[in-house]
């Protein structure tokens, strides 16, 4: 198992969310798009609270980021992926894992 990184999968790698996903969806805890992952599963109180984090920390940096200069596409999916890594990490105190399958 590596670290995720910039969000760049190979086809037979997931993200593994360190969420609990009691059986049977465990299987549902690995996933290719937080964003999908999380609204999916919205309706649980710790990944509403991810999800709710995120919105933040992503708010967050893109003001910061925006304030300095003018902001692409792939600067804003950069700063929502590292949004996502950190809010996992701040609720969880891990880090999301990449797995192969």
Known sequence: ??????????????????????HPKQKLAFFRDFD??????????????????????????RRAESERRSLSKEDLQRISFNA????????TGKTVEVVKK
């Open 36 to 61: 999908q992952h999380f609204r999916v599963f919205g309706d649980k109180p710790d990944h509403f609270e991810a999800v709710q984090l995120h919105e933040e920390l992503a708010w967050q940096a």
């Open 84 to 91: 996502w890594l950190e809010a996992v990490k701040q609720l």
């Open 1 to 22: 198992m590596a670290q995720a990184d910039a969000g760049k999968l190979s086809k037979n790698e997931f993200y593994k969310c360190p969420f609990q996903h009691p």
